[in-house]
T-cell receptor
Framework: KAGVTQTPRYLIKTRGQQVTLSCSPI?????VSWYQQTPGQGLQFLFE???????NKGNFPGRFSGRQFSNSRSEMNVSTLELGDSALYLC???????????FGPGTRLLVL | AQTVTQSQPEMSVQEAETVTLSCTYD???????LFWYKQPPSRQMILVIR??????QNATENRFSVNFQKAAKSFSLKISDSQLGDAAMYFC????????????FGTGTRLTIIP
């Protein structure tokens, strides 16, 4: 069974631009979560989607948004990029509650 | 809010030896899950082991085992017969069992394997 896939793997943007990252969960997994990993803040939860609904959101500004499609694929969008948004963005999927989250390879975003 | 603490930023171990990574957590809940994830230089987060809080038996996966002390809120990972491929960042993580589908991570321990 294929794992979680994320595209693109690497991205370079400039301040003020916006970016969209994509995540395809493991087949049969309906929950998708997003995390940001930085050297200073570590791993932080962004949001979680299940059946196209955002169920939980972390403490991030409104510039960070996401959505989930009917096939469970998810996208996250960051508008008006700031230098501090440079990070590894990890996506994880799980089949349902009480199951384990499995992670994708991540998207490395560099904001110049 | 739940917190996860990993007090060892770095650890090293000789190849074939045993090493234990420490993790403590703080929660007021009684039902939850604990995990150890491994992140090698590729940055892919890989599940190592999972423990359900209501199970008293410590989880084991091949060379990896945990010492789960619920009353002490302690969750350490023991790696036996360490191999070069075990070199990575190891993250301890907590997840509540009440519909809040988010993982709370510790700051990680960088494990170096000495040949």
């Amino acid at each position: 069974k294929a794992g979680v896939t994320q595209t693109p793997r690497y991205l370079i943007k400039t301040r003020g631009q916006q970016v969209t990252l994509s995540c395809s969960p493991i087949s049969g997994h309906r929950s998708v979560s997003w995390y940001q990993q930085t050297p200073g803040q570590g791993l932080q939860f962004l949001f979680e989607y299940f059946s196209e609904t955002q169920r939980n959101k972390g403490n991030f500004p409104g510039r960070f948004s996401g959505r989930q499609f009917s096939n469970s694929r998810s996208e996250m969008n960051v508008s008006t990029l700031e230098l501090g948004d440079s990070a590894l963005y990890l996506c994880a999927s799980k089949r349902s509650a009480k199951e384990t989250q499995y992670f994708g390879p991540g998207t490395r975003l560099l904001v110049l | 809010a739940q917190t996860v603490t990993q007090s060892q930023p770095e650890m090293s171990v000789q190849e074939a030896e045993t090493v234990t990574l420490s993790c403590t957590y703080d929660t007021s809940e009684s039902d939850y899950y604990l995990f150890w994830y491994k992140q090698p230089p590729s940055r892919q987060m890989i599940l190592v082991i999972r423990q359900e809080a209501y199970k008293q038996q410590n989880a084991t996966e091949n060379r990896f085992s945990v010492n789960f002390q619920k009353a002490a809120k302690s969750f350490s990972l023991k790696i036996s017969d360490s191999q070069l491929g075990d070199a990575a960042m190891y993250f301890c993580a907590y997840e509540t069992n009440f519909g809040n589908e988010k993982l709370t991570f510790g700051t990680g321990t960088r494990l170096t394997i000495i040949p």
